[in-house]
């Protein structure tokens, strides 16, 4: 299949390309499909649930920002894009992806060598950082990436270029070794003045992420004296408002590469790397070392990957922690609702759910839910 296969004239969006499972819809059927399904998924607490907050309409084009495609060699040239029936549908140009991506894919289509001498398997672009996953364990030939290429990628808006050596590509995009910096920054600051590396993730729609972020610093209203705990904190987006705050905040991060743009995002947060169920000891010996006059707040914010929070951390959470008030980002709703029914037998009420559309033209949507201690003391519920 050409890269200029046949593509649908009104939108730019190829015919086959399985990305936008809601590409066929308008924008208020997209919410309104969104909203019956977190009814539904939330039902005990759909009182509360409040309408998906989204962005205009003409905000739901040219906004993807990190983007992960697979790739093909074949005599047409280079394709990048994502996999139906078997192959690789090319997405140059998806109207869905921010000119700066567009751009470094149609400059790497062009200078990359031939697949046999360049077997590229996967492409990243987390922002202006770029990454080239090759399905070898040495460095290919590099002599493309010239200072031409280098204007061009520059002027495309990258500002670091990476190799990813991983000999086992294929259904998994990523190794633990093999990461060679090949031009450029290793970090790219965004517009909110976060550092960000080729693989951490961040939430691409910047005004929405901040009203959630701001809806949870309302709710949890931190104090200089509070306790905060930030579980699976990324890159430290809430670690910097928290301790703007000046109270008392630690992270919980797995990912080495989050770890280290979170300790330069939020200098303030002592951080702690690692799966939040094996740091638990550390989080316990943090909240005992800290000042316990003036009664402070205990306070939580997790944004926990689809699987939800961790049963172990949940118990945790609940016995050992107690949090007065809680603030659960999910991207999940069915393991939304799992953790909430435990929260609520143990001790806690939802007071609010708050929908944002992350991913417009998606079946994806993000709820934020707001908790607080009951009254009394909490019990351990199976």
């Given at each position: 299949?050409?890269?200029?296969?046949i593509?649908n004239?009104?939108?730019g969006c190829?015919?086959l390309?399985?990305?936008?499972?809601?590409?066929?819809?308008?924008?208020?059927?997209?919410?309104?499909?969104?909203?019956?399904?977190?009814a539904?998924?939330l039902?005990p607490?759909?009182?509360?649930?409040?309408p998906?907050?989204?962005?205009p309409?003409?905000?739901?084009?040219?906004?993807?920002?990190?983007?992960?495609?697979?790739t093909?060699w074949d005599?047409?040239?280079w394709?990048?894009g994502?996999v139906?029936?078997?192959?690789?549908?090319?997405?140059?140009?998806?109207?869905v992806?921010?000119?700066?991506?567009?751009?470094?894919?149609?400059?790497?289509?062009?200078k990359?060598p031939?697949g046999?001498?360049?077997?590229?398997v996967?492409?990243?672009?987390?922002?202006?950082?770029?990454?080239?996953?090759?399905?070898?364990n040495?460095l290919?030939?590099?002599?493309?990436?010239?200072?031409?290429?280098?204007?061009?990628?520059?002027?495309?808006?990258i500002?670091?270029l990476?190799?990813?050596?991983?000999p086992?590509?294929?259904?998994?995009?990523?190794?633990k070794?093999?990461?060679?910096?090949?031009?450029?920054r290793?970090?790219?600051?965004?517009?909110d003045g976060?550092e960000?590396?080729?693989?951490?993730?961040?939430?691409?729609?910047?005004?929405?992420?901040d009203?959630?972020?701001?809806?949870?610093?309302?709710?949890?209203?931190?104090?200089p004296e509070?306790?905060?705990?930030?579980l699976?904190?990324?890159?430290?987006a809430?670690?910097v408002?928290?301790?703007?705050?000046?109270?008392?905040?630690?992270?919980?991060?797995?990912?080495?590469?989050?770890?280290s743009c979170?300790r330069?995002?939020?200098?303030?947060?002592?951080l702690?790397?690692?799966?939040c169920?094996?740091?638990?000891?550390?989080?316990t010996?943090w909240?005992d070392?800290?000042p316990?006059?003036?009664?402070p707040a205990r306070?939580?914010?997790?944004n926990?990957?689809?699987?939800?929070?961790e049963?172990?951390?949940?118990?945790?959470?609940?016995?050992?922690?107690?949090?007065d008030?809680?603030?659960y980002l999910?991207?999940?709703?069915?393991?939304?609702s799992?953790?909430l029914?435990?929260?609520?037998s143990?001790g806690?009420?939802?007071?609010?759910?708050s929908p944002?559309?992350?991913f417009?033209r998606?079946h994806h949507?993000?709820?934020?839910a707001?908790?607080t201690?009951?009254?009394g003391?909490?019990?351990?519920?199976?």
């Amino acid at each position: 299949m050409s890269v200029n296969a046949i593509i649908n004239s009104r939108n730019g969006c190829h015919p086959l390309c399985p990305g936008c499972t809601h590409g066929k819809m308008s924008h208020q059927q997209s919410l309104a499909v969104k909203q019956q399904r977190l009814a539904k998924q939330l039902a005990p607490w759909s009182d509360r649930l409040a309408p998906v907050r989204t962005v205009p309409p003409e905000a739901r084009w040219r906004y993807r920002s990190n983007v992960c495609l697979k790739t093909a060699w074949d005599a047409s040239g280079w394709r990048f894009g994502l996999v139906a029936r078997k192959t690789v549908i090319p997405i140059h140009d998806c109207p869905v992806h921010t000119e700066p991506v567009c751009r470094a894919v149609a400059i790497l289509a062009e200078k990359l060598p031939a697949g046999m001498v360049f077997p590229l398997v996967y492409y990243l672009q987390s922002g202006a950082q770029a990454t080239l996953v090759v399905k070898q364990n040495t460095l290919p030939d590099m002599s493309w990436l010239n200072a031409e290429t280098v204007s061009r990628l520059e002027t495309a808006g990258i500002e670091g270029l990476w190799v990813h050596l991983h000999p086992a590509a294929g259904k998994r995009v990523l190794g633990k070794k093999g990461w060679r910096l090949a031009w450029g920054r290793p970090a790219s600051a965004g517009s909110d003045g976060l550092e960000c590396g080729p693989v951490a993730f961040r939430q691409v729609i910047g005004p929405l992420a901040d009203q959630a972020l701001s809806t949870a610093e309302t709710f949890l209203n931190p104090r200089p004296e509070d306790l905060m705990i930030d579980l699976y904190c990324g890159i430290g987006a809430g670690l910097v408002r928290w301790t703007r705050k000046q109270c008392h905040t630690i992270g919980v991060e797995l990912g080495q590469e989050a770890v280290s743009c979170a300790r330069r995002n939020a200098p303030a947060a002592t951080l702690l790397r690692g799966r939040c169920g094996l740091r638990l000891p550390q989080l316990t010996a943090w909240i005992d070392s800290r000042p316990a006059a003036g009664k402070p707040a205990r306070l939580l914010y997790a944004n926990p990957p689809r699987t939800g929070i961790e049963d172990t951390v949940l118990k945790w959470i609940i016995s050992d922690y107690r949090p007065d008030r809680i603030a659960y980002l999910s991207c999940n709703a069915a393991g939304l609702s799992r953790d909430l029914s435990f929260l609520t037998s143990n001790g806690y009420e939802v007071n609010a759910l708050s929908p944002f559309d992350f991913f417009p033209r998606t079946h994806h949507v993000e709820c934020l839910a707001l908790l607080t201690a009951v009254s009394g003391n909490t019990v351990l519920s199976a």
